[in-house]
Structure formats: C-alpha cells, structure tokens
Nanobody, 125 residues
C-alpha cells in the first residue's frame, strides 16, 4: 500500500524551531513532487511549500519564506520541513502530500495523489 507518514510535530515556544519529517512507503519517492500543507482550526487548508522530485526546485508561501526550508532525501524516502522562528500563526496540523506530475505550480491540493494523516504543531508561550 502507498503511504505517507508525518512526524515531528510538538508544542514549541514562539521563536523556537521544529523539523517535520514525511516518510514514504509503497512507492518510489523519486517520481513525485512533495508539498507541505497546513490547516488551523476554522481555516481553510493552505499550501506551505513544495519541492520537485529531484529536489532542485523549491517554492514557499510568502508567510513562511525565510523561516522554513523544505528538503528531501530520496534514498531514505524522506522529506523534511525545517521550521525556524516559529510564530503563533504557524499553529496548525501539517500534512505532506505527493504529486506524480510537476505542474509548475503545486498550490492546489487537488493536484496531489497521496496524503499523510498530519502532525500537530502548536506554537505558544
């Protein structure tokens, strides 16, 4: 079966850092672009960042640019989201998702084929 599993979510103080991980199984990760999305209570799901299958292309939402870094290790079938200078507004459930096609823009959730179950990130003092 094809699965994505997120981990690394935690409670952290404002200004702190976390690294989220997304582990893939049941398929060859090299063929997929990967996106990170998040959803806060009462809000719509929003795209955070995405990365090309090779790792050579990365895109960030304006709200996280300069603070978050997406990366991948295809040999380990892992994708990461390093989050620095965290703010209360970053509190959300974070999801990773895989797309088998590179569209040039991957902000739409409907473009992804597989989704993880999410990991909770809470930024609070």
């Amino acid at each position: 079966q094809l699965q994505l599993v997120e981990s690394g979510g935690d409670l952290v103080q404002p200004g702190g850092s976390l690294r989220l991980s997304c582990a893939a199984s049941g398929f060859t990760l090299d063929y997929y672009a990967i996106g990170w999305f998040r959803q806060a209570p009462g809000k719509e799901r929003e795209g955070v960042s995405y990365i090309s299958s090779s790792g050579g292309g990365t895109v960030y939402a304006d709200s996280v640019k300069g603070r978050f870094t997406i990366s991948r290790d295809n040999a380990k079938k892992m994708v990461y989201l390093q989050m620095n200078s965290l703010k209360a507004e970053d509190t959300a459930v974070y999801y990773c998702a895989a797309s088998k096609v590179w569209y040039g823009s991957l902000w739409k959730g409907r473009l992804y084929d597989y989704w993880g179950q999410g990991t909770q990130v809470t930024v609070s003092s």
